[in-house]
């Protein structure tokens, strides 16, 4: 065993306060003993001031300075494992046993040092003493390795990979998915109707997803609403008789499919006016075209939209012969000039024949063929496509059931109709492609032109680009004063002089760099919401693309990790990284669609109520500790949270209550600082010297939760009073105010939650009641462990219980009253370990430090889905 001997005076443990020396550079851990490089596995743990002065690194998003870590790691090692074979050749001499093989170089006398060096005592602790076993275990050798080769490689990738690095990578990679989006555009077409009604795929079993574009889900009332004095035809055989049932039961579901199967079929809405009619004409013959014709005479009598099709009688009546085919080209060539006709005034769409399943067919049906299918699709396109010399045909093939039936015909009952499934989504295509253009859903993008810019939005373009012209004039005058600025040569001294120039920069060009980002940035978002340059994709959830996500950014959360600068409850650092770490859950939950996964819904709630609570937390805190109530702080917050919410209004054409969080956490806002402003005011000054304050101050809060619980129960008062002017411009959506009291009332408790949590905090942190050194927990041992485990059967039982929710309407109902639970057991678990308290993720709190512009992400996101991109 080899013998170490006690460090020679003077050199002193750096953890203890006689063992203090110079910070440790990179240069000192590759040329020093090991007695120096070895402590830097306990200075890691510092905080984040002294590991920047020791290392040259900023943070875990900051710059780095620092030599490459592992050849740093490496030399040190190689210092040790020297020292370690010179510590071991003295001992060896003092006990008087001397070995050739020692004194041989070499290999082995190399491999022998290294390992003795990971046999050594730890210099890891604070005292050259032996240490307990269960010390020397926690730091022997492979330990020691293994944390330093952790630390240093995170500052490795620390030192390529910073804040700036990754705007710099997010700015390549929206460029070249532009280009590619920009490409695909010109090579296949930039017509989202032609995609909806040619191409798509299934995402999991039943949601239809066309090429590029999004479909909307349409309600009753909204189809209603579309097709107000609209009269709909269908004109064809059994399954274009399936079609028009689907679609009427689209705004009608109780319609039953009754009567004549070999008849004609009409429907009539009177209360909007509606009228669908199914025409049969099982064969594309005379008794068609004659239906069509009358159309095309009477104006009247004309439908606003025709479906047609029809093939598989003549394939059966004729047993599949190839003079059926012919006939039927003949027919559809005679009716192709009036089903142009009607589309210059009319939507007319020929349905394509779905595929049939032919291992289902009756024997009276075995002669039709998918064969004998595609020859009578290819007829129909060819001379439909054809019927115009010179333009494209206005009449709309509808390709898309094909796509459908051949994923889905499996399922049929008799291999020839689809099943219900696939007829309604063929129904909601025709649905999309009518009304998207009339209606213009948020999620709905097929078939809907880009909206026509308003004046205010063609101004602040104006702006904007004044705005970046101005700054380059302002960038190009500073670069041609920096070139004159450069050293001449006197030519009488031969010495270089400097022409004294002042370079300041002036307000108003910091004013133009400022919108200037902000014009570039508006005009991205712009591209990527209301033009069609990016395609766009509807959500679909699973529980691979919301959870590996949240496993991505939680490594990534724990990797970056940093000590506090204080450790307070709620300190600034935590507060940031729980809202950071908030923000991009919620971020993923609304990209993945995670909404109809209820556990997942409730959950994210929470996370909604625990912004608004620390919104009613730190406002609280503020006026109650500051005591300033003056329009100027008012004016500060307002202008804080308003500001890009309205920018993008403007941009976007899109009402205030689009982004109704931001108009949520306003209203609270107001609410907090009228309840705290009004007579009497109390802050925590007046309230030391006389505890009446107190109770004044909860008085104010029970009237506060009094009110609160009227206008939660009275939709009819709340609904007044955000009904009046100027207020119901703001708080309006569609033309009423329900959707800002539901989004209201969803989280009506927990802003008096966050306000009453600040007043009872400060309260027992003014009487010293709690223990927020470093290190230290919150309370008393027993008292800490209780409150602990009553935080953990609190947080397990609410998710519980947030799991096994059936209803989504019930659970929204309990949700206003029980979410605060599972907030204070979270703050709870975070702040009464003192070592918890004592750490941080910089990774979260780097986003938490624009939540604000991260909740307007996620309001974006939340109203649309789209492919590689979401604002």
């Not at 050199?11 to 070895?38: I, Y």
């Not at 239809?208 to 009753?220: E, G, R, V």
């Not at 649905?431 to 859903?441: Q, S």
């Amino acid at each position: 065993m080899p013998l170490t001997l006690p460090p020679p005076a003077g050199a002193h443990d750096p953890v203890t306060p006689e063992g203090h020396q110079e910070p440790v550079t990179p240069g000192h851990r590759a040329s020093g003993p090991p007695s120096q490089a070895q402590p830097l596995l306990r200075q890691e743990a510092k905080g984040e001031e002294e590991e920047g002065e020791e290392t040259g690194v900023q943070g875990a998003w900051g710059t780095a300075t620092a030599e490459p870590g592992w050849r740093a790691w490496g030399k040190a090692a190689e210092a040790a494992a020297a020292e370690e074979g010179q510590v071991e050749a003295r001992g060896a001499a003092a006990a008087g046993s001397g070995s050739p093989a020692g004194g041989a170089g070499g290999g082995r006398g190399s491999w022998r040092r290294l390992l003795a060096w990971l046999r050594r005592p730890p210099q890891c602790c604070p005292c050259a003493a032996p240490l307990p076993r269960s010390a020397a275990h926690c730091c022997h050798g492979g330990t020691k390795m293994a944390a330093l080769a952790y630390n240093l490689g995170k500052r490795e990738i620390n030192h390529y990979f910073s804040v700036r690095s990754a705007k710099v990578l997010a700015l390549v990679a929206v460029l070249l998915l532009a280009a590619c989006h920009l490409a695909s555009r010109r090579y296949r077409g930039n017509d989202s109707c032609e995609y909806l009604l040619s191409s798509g795929r299934f995402l999991g079993e039943k949601v239809w997803q066309p090429h590029s574009c999004m479909m909307h889900k349409y309600k009753i009332s909204e189809a209603k609403n579309c097709l107000v004095d609209k009269h709909i035809a269908f004109i064809g055989d059994s399954r274009i008789r399936q079609l028009f049932y689907s679609f009427v039961k689209i705004i009608n579901p109780q319609f039953k499919e009754e009567g004549n199967k070999h008849g004609n079929i009409p429907f009539e809405d009177k209360i909007s006016s509606v009228k669908v009619d199914f025409l049969w004409h099982p064969e594309v013959n005379g008794s068609m075209k004659q239906c069509i014709k009358v159309w095309t005479e009477d104006s009247v009598a004309k439908p606003h939209v025709i479906v047609a099709g029809a093939a598989t009688w003549s394939i059966k009546i004729h047993n599949g012969s190839n003079e059926a085919l012919s006939q039927y080209k003949m027919n559809i060539t005679s009716i192709a000039p009036l089903l142009e006709k009607l589309a210059k005034t009319s939507d007319v769409y020929w349905v394509l024949q779905d595929p049939v399943y032919e291992d289902l067919l009756s024997e009276n049906r075995k002669m039709i063929t998918n064969e004998k299918i595609d020859a009578y699709n290819e007829a129909a396109v060819s001379i439909l496509n054809s019927s115009t010399r010179n333009s494209k045909s206005n009449v709309k093939m509808f390709s898309v059931s094909k796509l459908i039936a051949q994923e889905t015909i499996t399922e049929s009952l008799d291999g020839l109709h689809l099943p219900e499934s696939s007829r309604e989504t063929s129904a909601m295509i025709l649905m999309n492609v009518y009304c998207n253009k009339i209606l213009k859903p948020v999620d709905g993008s097929c078939c809907q032109p880009r909206p026509p810019l308003t004046l205010i939005q063609k101004l602040a373009a104006c702006f904007f680009t004044l705005s970046i012209i101005g700054y380059l004039i302002f960038y190009i005058i500073h670069r041609n004063t920096h070139r004159k600025n450069k050293p001449c040569t006197d030519l009488e001294s031969g010495e270089e002089k400097k022409n004294i120039i002042n370079t300041s920069v002036s307000p108003l060009e910091i004013l133009l760099q400022s919108f200037c980002k902000l014009g570039l940035i508006m005009a991205y978002f712009y591209m990527c919401d209301r033009a069609n340059l990016f395609m766009k994709e509807n959500k679909f959830y699973t529980h691979s693309t919301f959870f590996i996500p949240i496993i991505y950014i939680l490594v990534l959360g724990v990797f970056y990790n940093e000590n506090t600068k204080e450790t307070k409850v709620l300190n600034r650092e935590q507060t940031d990284e729980w809202k950071g770490w908030m923000q991009l859950v919620i971020l993923i939950y609304h990209i993945s669609g995670a909404s109809t996964f209820l556990p997942v819904y409730m959950h994210i709630r929470v996370l909604v109520a625990a912004y608004l609570f620390q919104t009613g937390y730190g406002h609280f805190s503020y006026f109650w500790i500051k005591g300033d109530f003056g329009i100027h702080r008012v004016c500060q917050v307002l202008f804080r949270l308003n500001f890009l919410v309205v920018v993008l209004c403007i941009v976007m054409d899109r009402p205030y209550q689009f982004y109704y969080f931001v108009p949520l956490v306003t209203v609270w806002f107001m609410v907090i600082y009228v309840t705290l402003a009004l007579w009497p005011q109390i802050i925590q000054k007046k309230a030391n010297g006389n505890c009446f304050w107190h109770f004044g101050l909860l008085l104010k809060l029970a009237f506060l939760l009094l009110c609160i619980c009227f206008l939660a129960y009275s939709q009819g008062a709340f609904e007044k009073i955000f009904s009046l002017w100027p207020l119901s411009k703001c708080f309006e959506l569609k033309g009423n105010v329900y959707e800002w009291w539901f989004r209201w009332r969803l989280d009506r408790y927990v802003v008096f939650h966050g306000m009453l949590f600040a007043f009872i905090y400060l309260a027992l942190q003014k009487r010293q009641v709690l223990s927020e050194g470093k290190g230290e927990p919150l309370f008393s041992n027993k008292i800490s462990n209780f409150l602990l485990f009553i935080s953990v059967v609190s947080f397990l039982t609410y998710s519980i219980w947030a799991s096994s929710c059936k209803n989504k309407a019930e659970c929204n109902e309990l949700h206003p009253s029980v979410s605060v639970v599972q907030i204070l057991a979270f703050i709870l678990i975070r702040n009464i370990p003192g070592y918890a308290r004592s750490v941080y993720s910089s990774f979260f709190a780097w986003f938490g430090k624009i939540s604000l512009e991260d909740l307007i992400v996620n309001e974006k996101c939340k109203n649309n889905a789209v492919k590689f991109r979401c604002i």
